[in-house]
Structure formats: structure tokens, C-alpha cells
């Protein structure tokens, strides 16, 4: 039986390459691109498209109105602009923000038969991360448990290959 993920895509390298490796590895892939108001998601949208089909690869397109969301505020919350889910920095509205992506995306996973959610980052988003640890186990675990999924997996193939 061929193994089934969801990665999140962000059109950066370490995403697309990391979609291009799991595929090649014999994945089954739906990729899934998260529009939080980024001013460059045109462009993204663009070059996840491209990816889709040079590979055969089905991506959905969610679009998170974040922007109407802050709209009238004086200083709108520090939010994510490179990727869709990892905090530019490490304020508490950023860490929010970004376990509830993941939450929502594993959800999307678990729920079209998926057992992995994988994200692609770079050596410095992975040191970033690093200052949000139990992010990730509670995201898995509110997947877990809201899907009736004994076993769901979200992980970074880069940070087992890496010294980030």
C-alpha cells in the first residue's frame, strides 16, 4: 500500500524540493498552500501551480483573510510572512498562529486518509522553531484526537538530515 502525506507548500526551495523527494521516494502527495495575506502569494500561487502539474501532484489553495482580520488596528500582531506556519518571531500571537495552522492542515490531512503532514524549512526556520517546542506534539495530538487517529505523524524530513 502506498504511504499517503499532505506537504505544505510554500513555492520556496526547501518546500518543493522536499515535495519532489517524497515523491520520488513513492509517496502519494497533496500538497496545500496557506494564502494568510503574504504580499508575495500571487507569485506563490504561480509556482505551486507549476509544481502541480509538472509532478502530477493535486494542492488545494486555502486563503486566511488575516488582513481583514487586522484591519483598523493601530499595530496589527506579528504575523507570518514567509512561511504559512512558522512565527517570524516569537511573539505569543505568531506562536498561536502557527500551531493552529498546523492543527488545521493535519486536520486536512487526517481527514482525506493521510497518516503524515510534512513542511519543508530551512536551516534558520528550523533554529526558529526550535524556541516553540511542544508545538508540533500538541498539534499531532489535537489531530489525534479529533480524527480518532491512533497514529498521525506531522514532521520536517529536512531536520533528521540536518545540524539545525
Keep these: 500500500m502506498q504511504r499517503k502525506g499532505v506537504v505544505m507548500l ?3 526551495i526547501d518546500s518543493t524540493a522536499m515535495a519532489i523527494k517524497l515523491l520520488s521516494d513513492g509517496w502519494a502527495l497533496r500538497g496545500i498552500f496557506v494564502d494568510n495575506g503574504q504580499y508575495c502569494a500571487a507569485r506563490q500561487r504561480t509556482a505551486i501551480m507549476n509544481l502541480s502539474r509538472q509532478y502530477n501532484m493535486p494542492v488545494d489553495f486555502w486563503v486566511t483573510n488575516l488582513a481583514q482580520l487586522y484591519a483598523g488596528l493601530s499595530e496589527p500582531p506579528h504575523i507570518m510572512v514567509s512561511e504559512p506556519f ?3 518571531d516569537c511573539t505569543p500571537a505568531s506562536s498561536a498562529s502557527s500551531g493552529g495552522t498546523l492543527v488545521t492542515c493535519g486536520l486536512y490531512a487526517a481527514n482525506t486518509g493521510c497518516s503524515h503532514l510534512f513542511y519543508g524549512l530551512t536551516k534558520d526556520e ?3 522553531l526550535y524556541h516553540f517546542p511542544g508545538v508540533i506534539t500538541l498539534a499531532e495530538q489535537l489531530v489525534r484526537a ?3 487517529r491512533q497514529k498521525f505523524i506531522i514532521e520536517c524530513p529536512w531536520s533528521k538530515t ?3
Design 86 to 88: 512558522l512565527p517570524v
Design 126 to 128: 528550523m533554529a526558529r
Design 10 to 12: 510554500s513555492a520556496g
Design 162 to 164: 540536518t545540524n539545525a
Design 146 to 148: 479529533n480524527t480518532g
